[in-house]
């Protein structure tokens, strides 16, 4: 087989990156570069989209139980996976925690209980306006915990405006961990929510990203806290 030949062949098997989801997840992380982006389990209906990050290990926010048979289903590997527990229910908390998911974002204490005690889980608490009366419930818990290590916390941003107020916020309630509980936190994640086509329009912007990353370092610098690994959810 000739050189050409091969490379039509591959060309042939791989999906197209003119395939217009593919282009603007591509786009999504080069915009939100060196963060990490992690994208919708919604996006695996179409199979070329499915083969493209399974391929290249993309990390997969799943947020219901079908959307976690379908991430499963089509290859997937679990470790790559983010799991929000909010809308599982009890049953499908137990399924994601059997499955190995590389983290689980919870919201309530009570859903702790519902892990499979022989399994070691990492979790990150979900960030609300009441943050602090919520993570010192949830977070007394999942450091009581045996097979809970909480890892990070996870906030969501609107418009480029609130955006650095939200991730200072974070930021310093991972800073009130570390103080009563002698634990540093490594993983910040920020859930884009109705601000992603800022980032993954067209014309590719980077000015929220970049806005992210600073208040970052920002907060980081004053709380003298080490810098996080910090993941964009798209």
Same mark, same amino acid.
Request: glycine share 8%; hydrophobic share 45%.
């Given at each position: 087989?000739?050189?050409?030949? #091969?490379?039509?062949?591959? +060309?042939?098997?791989?999906?197209?990156?003119?395939?217009? &989801?593919?282009?603007?997840?591509?786009?999504?992380?080069?915009?939100?570069?060196?963060?990490? +982006?992690?994208?919708?389990?919604?996006?695996?209906?179409?199979?070329?989209?499915?083969?493209?990050?399974?391929?290249?290990?993309?990390?997969?926010?799943?947020?219901?139980?079908? &959307?976690?048979? #379908?991430? /499963?289903?089509?290859?997937?590997?679990?470790?790559?996976?983010?799991?929000?527990?909010?809308?599982?229910?009890?049953?499908?908390?137990?399924?994601?925690?059997?499955?190995?998911?590389?983290?689980?974002?919870?919201?309530?204490? &009570?859903?702790?209980?519902?892990?499979?005690?022989?399994?070691?889980?990492?979790?990150?608490?979900?960030?609300?306006?009441?943050?602090?009366?919520?993570?010192?419930?949830?977070?007394?818990?999942? /450091?009581?915990? =045996?097979?809970?290590?909480?890892?990070?916390?996870?906030?969501?941003?609107?418009?480029?405006?609130?955006?650095?107020?939200?991730?200072?916020?974070?930021?310093?309630?991972?800073?009130?961990?570390? =103080?009563?509980?002698?634990?540093?936190?490594?993983?910040? +994640?920020?859930?884009?929510?109705?601000?992603?086509?800022?980032?993954? #329009? #067209?014309?590719?912007?980077?000015?929220?990203?970049?806005? /992210?990353?600073?208040?970052?370092?920002?907060?980081?610098?004053?709380?003298?806290?080490?810098?996080?690994?910090?993941?964009?959810?798209?």
């Amino acid at each position: 087989m000739t050189l050409s030949t #091969s490379f039509r062949s591959w +060309v042939r098997a791989c999906p197209s990156v003119e395939h217009p &989801e593919i282009r603007r997840m591509i786009g999504c992380r080069d915009a939100c570069a060196p963060a990490e +982006v992690s994208f919708p389990a919604g996006a695996l209906r179409d199979a070329l989209v499915a083969r493209w990050v399974r391929e290249r290990r993309w990390a997969v926010d799943v947020r219901t139980v079908a &959307e976690l048979h #379908s991430a /499963i289903s089509v290859g997937i590997h679990p470790a790559r996976m983010t799991i929000h527990a909010d809308q599982l229910g009890a049953g499908g908390i137990r399924r994601a925690s059997a499955a190995g998911a590389g983290g689980l974002v919870l919201s309530r204490r &009570e859903q702790i209980a519902t892990l499979r005690a022989n399994h070691t889980h990492h979790v990150l608490l979900r960030v609300t306006d009441d943050a602090t009366r919520v993570c010192a419930s949830a977070a007394d818990a999942v /450091i009581g915990c =045996r097979s809970t290590v909480l890892v990070g916390l996870l906030c969501e941003v609107g418009a480029a405006g609130s955006s650095s107020a939200a991730v200072g916020d974070t930021l310093a309630e991972m800073d009130h961990i570390r =103080r009563r509980y002698d634990v540093v936190l490594t993983r910040l +994640v920020v859930g884009l929510g109705d601000a992603l086509p800022a980032v993954c #329009s #067209s014309v590719v912007r980077r000015d929220l990203a970049e806005e /992210i990353g600073e208040s970052v370092d920002d907060a980081c610098a004053a709380l003298r806290f080490p810098r996080p690994v910090v993941v964009l959810a798209a």
